[in-house]
């Protein structure tokens, strides 16, 4: 955590002021290419979520099945076809169902379902229902509620009612939001809690403050869950009416220049802009607009504010500045209050390729 804090101190806070090098799409194509050619190292589920959006974003120009190159970034990360049972999960995306889309090839199917069925029938609950996420032996063991996880859940949840064309699976998904926003979101603002159970000396508390990266991750699944239920499944409805309330619960912690803090519940002369969060939020209520989910009015001027802002913190190298380190489950808020974040998070790229994507629908 000091650590955190003395590089901040250190390094100073971007200067918002200079001019960007490029445009947000620029700034895509340029993370994009970097990856491709192997210039850009990520470890774990952020290199998953790489591969996933950029397969996202080159679908929406070229039908499938995509170029060799783009098919081969699934095997270049461990995802290949192979009999017997699979392992893959995120634990924050479906690889495997990006990879079914971008080659069309039914030989992926049992790649996502297998993990899928796997988790969700093995996953600890909390009283309520609600699917908890494994906390590490550093922390104690067991489980807690975590949005950044809920995510995956949900998404899971419907591509399994996709492809069994079983509705309890779609009626599942909307019900994980429902148990999460019951016991994390606060009445007051709209925002939600990271988790509950974090805290060693209370397990029932919840999480403090509120982080813009988590709510990214939150509304991305949000989205995405949608993107699969059938819009005549009873939960189509009520989801949607969850993703407009966070929305405009966004819309009133947003940054003047565009972007949002790191912590949303603190002013901006206590937390820094925080890029990867951002870029999540912008590109998912740019792909709500795009499917008629959320109005143009009010969000689309603010996005467009979050886009103009992005470049400014992408350097000719593809590296991504003000990006918050991973603080894992949020148990304490404080040492994320600093005035800047060293640049080279691995949070960073996919997010932005991600916002980028979401613009791209909107143009």
């Known amino acids: 955590m000091r650590l955190i804090i003395l590089l901040a101190l250190l390094l100073g806070p971007p200067l918002f002021s200079r001019e960007p090098t490029f445009h947000l799409q620029d700034a895509s194509a340029l993370i994009t290419k970097v990856y491709m050619q192997g210039q850009l190292t990520l470890h774990g589920y952020k290199k998953d979520l790489m591969v996933e959006v950029i397969l996202r974003d080159q679908l929406i120009e070229h039908p499938p099945p995509l ?13 290949v076809p192979h009999p017997g049972p699979y392992r893959y999960r995120g634990p924050f995306n479906c690889t495997p ?11 992926w199917i049992p790649a996502i379902l297998e993990p899928s069925e796997d988790y969700i029938s093995h996953a600890a609950r909390s009283p309520e229902g609600g699917i908890l996420h494994p906390r590490s032996k550093r922390r104690g063991g067991g489980h807690a509620l975590l949005i950044d996880s809920l995510m995956d859940v949900a998404f899971r949840l419907a591509l399994l009612g996709k492809f069994s064309h079983d509705e309890r ?55 995405d869950t949608l993107a699969i239920l059938p819009e005549n499944s009873p939960g189509f409805s009520t ?24 912590l949303l519940h603190l002013p901006a002369d206590r937390s820094p802009p925080e890029t990867s969060g951002s870029a999540l939020i912008a590109g998912s209520i740019a792909i709500a ?23 400014h913190y992408v350097n ?47 143009d």
């Open 67 to 79: 170029d060799e190159p783009y098919l081969q970034l699934g095997p270049s990360i461990g995802f």
């Open 169 to 223: 699976y779609f009626e599942e998904a909307v019900r994980q939001f429902e148990i999460h926003r019951n016991i994390l979101r606060d009445p007051e603002t709209g925002l939600w809690s990271q988790g509950r159970g974090w805290i060693n000396q209370n397990p029932a508390a919840r999480s403090p403050g509120t982080w813009s990266r988590g709510h990214g991750w939150l509304i991305k699944g949000m989205v």
């Open 239 to 262: 989801l949607q009416a969850m993703l407009e309330d966070l929305a405009y619960a966004l819309l009133e912690v947003q940054l003047e220049q565009g972007l949002w803090p790191c």
């Open 316 to 362: 000719p190298n593809g590296t991504v500045e003000s990006v918050s380190p991973g603080p894992g489950p949020l148990s304490e808020w404080e040492p994320w209050a600093v005035t800047s974040f060293p640049p080279g998070d691995e949070h960073g790229p996919f997010a932005i390729v991600y916002a980028a994507m979401g613009q791209k629908l909107l």
């Open 289 to 311: 607009i795009h499917q008629g989910w959320l109005p143009e009015t009010p969000f689309l001027p603010h996005i467009h504010k979050t886009f103009e802002a992005l470049p």
């Open 97 to 107: 169902y990006w990879l079914y889309l971008a080659s069309q090839d039914p030989v």
